[in-house]
């Protein structure tokens, strides 16, 4: 982050104190809430487009849709409003990075990481979809990831509710991102919650492969590609990526919405299906390999990551199946041939040349599959070669040609298949008391797998996205590829609040929210002698209540010590004085009053003090007594002189 070389107040209330990213329509501050005395971010849109009614309203509609959504996973909106003509919406302040710096670089995340990621991205999206929500620019710049590996989605920009009839898109343009379009919104087609399916397939795609499956010299390249581009399996870039996830990521990215997942809810389902080793429901791949052959990449886009407007793309798409043979040169001879018949020009038969097809994909296929498929579309089956491999042993894991390569009628091809991986002894670590996205990654380095057990009878201490129990347990001896099995807490559990007194509002937001709790934006105060002024005294519901995750809590803060009240001790004894003070949370501070002013009466009691009765001070101040030690007074006797 940047600081800043001018710290303004927006509203007589939001200061902003860092630069935190520049936007396709605004930039993004960190900014200290001083009313409550709390760090945001804060959204402001760019001075050229707050001119721009059409932009004013898009950005308005942003706060609107987001503020309406109350979810784990989204970034909530705490405020929307002006200040001297700029336009702004305060967010809460995210302690993380983005999925887009977590990639740079080209850089990976392993299979169960991004199922994990990516699950709770479309658990956000279910939510929004429901309420009526699309996200429309879904892409890895708008999904965070806090320390504790939570994710959140935010920038709903372009989000509009399904009702809305308004189109703030300039005509013949479409919002979004070119590198995450959907293709019926590159096309400037109407979209639902199946168009952020897509583009979060294609965030999968790329933490999976290092790249988004296109690229090209320009938005409009990118595209058109999402129209009429051959959609290529993630593993031409990286063999690692297990059959079940590929089949997950190209459902998702089918170009017929009718063809994708239905919902964000059955895409979810999906990963967890695969991250807990179950069989997935994938249909398998028929529904995203159509289409003209993939373009070829150029330089990346240098502004892909932006939302902008962008040409819509005309269509038709080829959505509805699987064109195995891509042959414009068989269509011709084919036609030739029916000429050359109906015309009696048997001749030209016997110069038809050999008919072309493109390589089908095996991988993952079993041999038996993979056979019947070779010679079913005309080709032979050449050598079987095995080899080791972590994918499922007796599955293809490559051919020669490769999947798409063009092939002659009657052509060999050559398979290698795997015969499984080795196991060999490891250590099981200790992973107890760890995050699920710690353990997952301590795990994978010793080369186990993981499934979680949710369970609704916590022990003690319980709290979500923790690991509470592990089995085998830690020390255990296993071999790689065992998985362990990681007890967490379900989603439907209650578990002891924890105490955040005496911490800063932003030490005790963290701690809440990694439990994975909600802040209320509402506080309160209230005075308290042993925490200091700001930090949190307690919260709403108390420490230790019962709470599910999700919960909303408010923090109360220490408005400064409590005022007391001083009582009148006057004329009381000493003891009785000191009694009456400390009962009251005051001290005594005890000086001997002057024996002049006092009567023998008063010896030993209070004949003033400061400060005075009824008077407020703060708890434990002390109030000064002058107490009668002694006194002057004495008896006076008469004599008569003797005459």
Known sequence: MEPVSDPRIYSNRYQVTHLIARGGMAMVYRAQDLLLNRPVALKILYPELSADPLFVERFRREAQAAANLSHPNIVPVFDWGEDEGTYFIVMELVDGTSLADMLRGSRRLTPSHSAQIVAQVAAALGYAHRNGVVHRDVKPGNILITSDGQVKVTDFGIAQAVSSEDHLAEEGSVMGTATYFSPEQAEGASVDGRSDVYSLGVVLFEMLAGRPPFIGDSPVAVSSQHVHGRVPPPTEFNNAIPRDLEAIVMESLAKAPSQRYQSADEFRADLIRFNEGQPVQAAGYDGAFFGADATRAVSAVSMGDRTMSVPVMSGPRTDIRRRRNNNTPGIIIAVVIVLLAIGGLGYFLSQRTTAVTSMPYLLGQDVSSATATIRSDGLSLGPVRQVASNKRKGTVVATDPGAGKKVTKGEAVSLKVSIGVSSSPVTVPNVTGMTLSSAESILASAGLNYVTLPTTSPPPGAAPNKVLLQSPAALSKAKTGNKVTLTILASTATFSLPSVAGQTQVEATTVLVQDQLKVSATQSTACSNKVASGLVVSTLPAAASQVQAGAV???????????????????????????????????????????????????????????IGGTSVPAASAVQISVCQSSTESTTTTTTPVS
């Open 553 to 611: 809590i408010q923090l109360v803060t220490s408005s400064g010590v409590c005022q007391v009240v001083v009582p009148n001790v006057v004329n009381l004894t000493q003891g009785a004085a000191t009694t009456s003070l400390t009962s009251q949370g005051l001290t005594a501070a005890v000086i001997a009053a002057d024996p002049t002013s006092c009567l023998l009466a008063q010896v030993g009691t209070v004949v003033s003090q400061n400060p």
